[in-house]
């Protein structure tokens, strides 16, 4: 996933703290992404990339071991959301990494889409999110949810409110 668009920021290099943030937030203080499992494999003001490891408690239909469409529908609107916060990060470079952070408090989804293409089944998956846009008060992310052979198999995009 690539964006050319020039109203989101080019990559920038964002502090320790920052990103260390960022990943407390999305992986522990959130407590159904923690129960879920999911990890925050990079962060980027480019994208994201983040897994998740197939578990019996998440599981959709016993029959085929397949996993639960709501928690494809949550780990994608999750990514989606940190897709944004790290766009809209960038675009405040010029603030003190706590400030950025406050603005997670006003952060929230206002709008998700997601289109099933194939069934979740496997032991591991990726998510890939990028920002599409980030205004003065919305911002978009698509994302995607890919098996561990990289076979696409949930698409989404969605709307956060930033501000």
Same mark, same amino acid.
């Given at each position: 996933?690539?964006?050319?668009?020039? !109203?989101?920021? @080019?990559?920038? %290099?964002?502090?320790?703290?920052?990103? @260390? /943030? $960022?990943?407390?937030?999305?992986?522990?203080?959130?407590?159904?992404?923690?129960?879920?499992? $999911?990890?925050? !494999?990079?962060?980027?003001?480019?994208?994201?990339?983040?897994?998740?490891?197939?578990?019996?408690?998440?599981?959709?239909?016993?029959?085929?071991?397949?996993?639960? =469409?709501?928690?494809?529908?949550?780990?994608?609107?999750?990514?989606?959301?940190? /897709?944004?916060? @790290?766009? $809209? =990060?960038?675009?405040?470079?010029? %603030?003190?990494?706590?400030?950025? +952070?406050?603005?997670?408090?006003?952060?929230?989804?206002?709008?998700?889409?997601?289109?099933? $293409?194939?069934?979740?089944?496997?032991?591991?998956?990726?998510?890939?999110?990028? /920002?599409?846009?980030?205004?003065?008060?919305? =911002?978009?992310?698509?994302?995607?949810?890919?098996? /561990?052979?990289?076979?696409? +198999?949930?698409? =989404?995009?969605?709307?956060? +409110?930033?501000?």
């Amino acid at each position: 996933m690539t964006s050319s668009r020039s !109203d989101l920021p @080019a990559h920038v %290099e964002f502090e320790p703290e920052f990103l @260390a /943030a $960022l990943r407390e937030i999305y992986e522990e203080k959130i407590l159904f992404n923690q129960w879920m499992g $999911l990890k925050v !494999d990079c962060i980027a003001s480019t994208g994201i990339v983040a897994s998740l490891r197939m578990k019996p408690e998440l599981v959709g239909h016993f029959a085929y071991h397949r996993m639960h =469409g709501g928690v494809i529908s949550a780990a994608l609107d999750a990514m989606g959301s940190l /897709a944004v916060m @790290a766009a $809209l =990060g960038a675009k405040h470079m010029d %603030e003190l990494p706590a400030k950025r +952070l406050e603005r997670f408090t006003r952060h929230s989804t206002i709008d998700l889409r997601v289109d099933y $293409l194939r069934p979740g089944i496997g032991e591991q998956f990726v998510i890939h999110a990028q /920002a599409v846009r980030v205004g003065a008060r919305v =911002g978009n992310a698509r994302m995607e949810f890919r098996g /561990a052979d990289g076979k696409l +198999l949930s698409t =989404g995009t969605a709307a956060y +409110l930033t501000s």
